[in-house]
């Protein structure tokens, strides 16, 4: 059976439900059942239309996780060139140094926002 592909609504809910759970973790015990327990649950009352199972969670938040923490480095990079930038114009230079490394779009700009603080 081929999985339902992932609504943005969905990343966005899932990331919320991450930042919601970590305060309620320590990080030694943040890969463990638990922990994603907690996020199943958190993510399950808000969900938008589909049932996920912790793994497929687990799964794409990790995705979520590694592509906003390489664009994190990519926006403080920015920030510590020392320019006068304005936030909005550090972050369209942060996006396109990510596409001019990475070789692609950076998508997950308002999981970025939720999580940015807590990578």
Request: aromatic share 16%.
């Given at each position: 059976m081929a999985s339902i592909p992932w609504m943005q609504k969905e990343d966005i809910t899932l990331c919320e439900s991450w930042v919601e759970t970590l305060s309620h973790y320590t990080p030694?015990?943040?890969s463990s059942g638990p922990?994603?327990?907690s996020i199943l649950q958190h993510f399950?009352?808000?969900r938008v239309d589909?049932?996920?199972t912790i793994d497929a969670l687990s799964s794409c938040f990790r995705t979520i996780h590694v592509d906003c923490e390489?664009?994190?480095q990519f926006h403080i990079a920015v920030e510590h060139q020392g320019s006068d930038l304005g936030k909005d114009?550090?972050?369209q230079v942060a996006f396109i140094d990510y596409r001019h490394e990475v070789g692609?779009?950076?998508k997950h700009?308002?999981?970025w926002q939720i999580i940015r603080f807590f990578i």
């Open positions: 030694c015990s943040r922990f994603w327990g399950s009352i808000h589909h049932t996920r390489r664009f994190e114009d550090t972050i692609r779009e950076f700009v308002s999981e």
